[in-house]
Nanobody
Framework: EVQLVESGGGLVQAGGSLRLSCAAS????????IGWFRQVPGKTREGVSC????????YYQDSVKGRFTVSRDSAKNTVYLQMNSLKFEDTGVYYC?????????WGQGTQVTVSS
């Protein structure tokens, strides 16, 4: 069974930091493209960052470049999103998405709230 479990969300003041984790199981971690998305009520889910398989390139939405860093730990089958200098507009539910074996899987999401 494929599982993606996000954690690390919470309430933080603007300018603060959070580190999100996405623990993966049920597929070959190193062969998967794994991304972070976020969604706020009334808006479509948007991509924030993506990590290519096997330690390949990483990609970021323009609004988070220089502030967010995505990394992978193959020993733990976990992807991290380090978020620094958080802004009010970073508020949302953050989801982990994995593309593996010709299919995509989503986690349940973790709430990030940035107070201004």
């Amino acid at each position: 069974e494929v599982q993606l479990v996000e954690s690390g969300g919470g309430l933080v003041q603007a300018g603060g930091s959070l580190r999100l984790s996405c623990a993966a199981s049920g597929f070959t971690f190193d062969d998967a493209y794994i991304g972070w998305f976020r969604q706020v009520p009334g808006k479509t889910r948007e991509g924030v960052s993506c990590s290519e398989r096997r330690g390949g390139r990483t990609y970021y939405q323009d609004s988070v470049k220089g502030r967010f860093t995505v990394s992978r730990d193959s020993a733990k089958n976990t992807v991290y999103l380090q978020m620094n200098s958080l802004k009010f507009e970073d508020t949302g539910v953050y989801y982990c998405n994995a593309v593996h074996d010709g299919r995509g899987s989503w986690g349940q999401g973790t709430q990030v709230t940035v107070s201004s």
